[in-house]
């Protein structure tokens, strides 16, 4: 059988075997047990041989570090020498991160125990959600890469996981309450199949041009003082999915926010500016803050006559069309905003853009669209 090895991308000098490729891939537990004749043996007989295999010869090769790309649902295979000089490459810069001498843990499960008691005292929470939300015990944030595959030597795109962290769970809590407010607008993209159906047949003129914005390293520019802010600004929406006071609720999300540390190797590092990277919190109050920027920016340019024909944002990434003449006011006016979130623009070539997981193409002014392979779609 030929196994269709671009899922996997081997960076390394090490020849994979067959089923190493095979268990990597995502498509072996459907094509192999029909192509391959197993007389003698079960599928699941079969399968479980191979992952057998392939763990020995990862455990014989630890030389080998085993990751997803940054986008797409490619496989890659690096030399564990390469992943950890990128990884320390990417925690030596000092205006985003810095080492510390302590770990925070202890300190942060202490502050978020205590709240919960606190919460609980004031009959914002009962007994039940109480015991749900406290920790007995934690674990720090952890960060790996994933390699970025579409750029050149291949980056490394840091992620925080901070499941079972002292602040998880309190930040999904919290997260809840915030998400209830948040997306309502038409502008926002809620996913791609939603975007496809809507942009299918949009109609342009030869003086329009279809171009994206995308912020530069969101969650590691979010102003929380900001983000905090646009929370209170928003706070009548907010009481109506919560019975806790505005002042606690705030502190609770200030506690998240500011909670940045994570490990690698048993260091300690903690991140300078921003939201905490991996908590589910980030992604919703990232949220707030970028519908008080899209608001009034969009105002700003209407105040000057300027219109876009479509504007639609996933999370930071922002999908436009407009008159040519217009598209660097647009984008100086979303990078006068603030300092610190500032936005990377991508001009349509050939009539054609990608966007998420798809192509936006120009054609008798009016947009197709097609889905680009998963393994494609971060070009």
Not at 192 to 202: C, K, L, N, P, V
Request: overall charge negative.
């Amino acid at each position: 059988m030929n196994v269709e090895v671009e899922w996997v991308e081997n960076t390394t000098d090490v020849e994979l075997p067959d089923y190493v490729e095979r268990m990597l891939g995502p498509n072996f537990n459907v094509e192999i047990v029909h192509v391959q004749r197993q007389p003698r043996h079960s599928p699941e007989e079969w399968i479980r041989k191979d992952v057998i295999k392939c763990k020995k010869f990862l455990k014989e090769n630890p030389n080998l570090v085993i990751t997803k790309a940054d986008k797409g649902s490619r496989t890659v295979i690096l030399t564990a020498e390469e992943y950890q000089t990128k990884m320390k490459d990417l925690l030596s810069d000092e205006s985003t991160y810095k080492k510390l001498s302590t770990n925070p843990t202890n300190r942060d499960l202490r502050k978020i125990n205590g709240m919960l008691d606190e919460w609980h005292n004031k009959g914002y929470i009962d007994g039940r959600t109480q015991r749900r939300l406290k920790e007995s015990s934690c674990n720090p944030p952890r960060i790996y890469g994933l390699p970025k595959t579409h750029k050149e030597n291949r980056p490394l795109r840091p992620v925080v996981s901070t499941i079972g962290s002292a602040t998880y769970n309190i930040a999904k809590y919290l997260s809840d309450i915030i998400g209830n407010i948040v997306g309502k607008h038409d502008f926002h993209v809620r996913n791609s199949f939603d975007f496809a159906s809507e942009i299918t047949g949009f109609q342009t003129d030869e003086n329009e041009v279809l171009f994206s914005l995308d912020v530069v390293s969101l969650y590691t520019n979010v102003p929380v003082d900001f983000a905090l802010r646009c929370l209170e600004e928003r706070w009548e929406e907010v009481e109506q999915h919560t019975n806790i006071d505005k002042t606690d609720f705030v502190d609770a999300v200030k506690l998240v926010l500011e909670s940045t540390f994570f490990v690698y190797q048993g260091d300690v590092y903690e991140q300078t500016f921003g939201v905490p990277m991996g908590s589910p919190l980030s992604s919703v109050i990232s949220n707030v803050v970028m519908e008080k920027l899209e608001q009034e920016c969009r105002m700003q340019l209407q105040e000057i006559g300027i219109h876009l024909k479509l504007y639609r944002r996933y999370v930071d990434d922002c999908m436009c069309i407009a008159r040519r003449e217009h598209i660097q006011t647009i984008v100086d006016t979303f990078n006068s905003f603030h300092d610190r979130l500032q936005f990377t623009v991508e001009m349509e070539v050939g009539g054609k853009i990608k966007f998420l997981d798809m192509m936006l193409e120009r054609a008798d002014d009016q947009i197709n669209t097609s889905w680009l392979p998963k393994h494609s779609n971060g070009g």
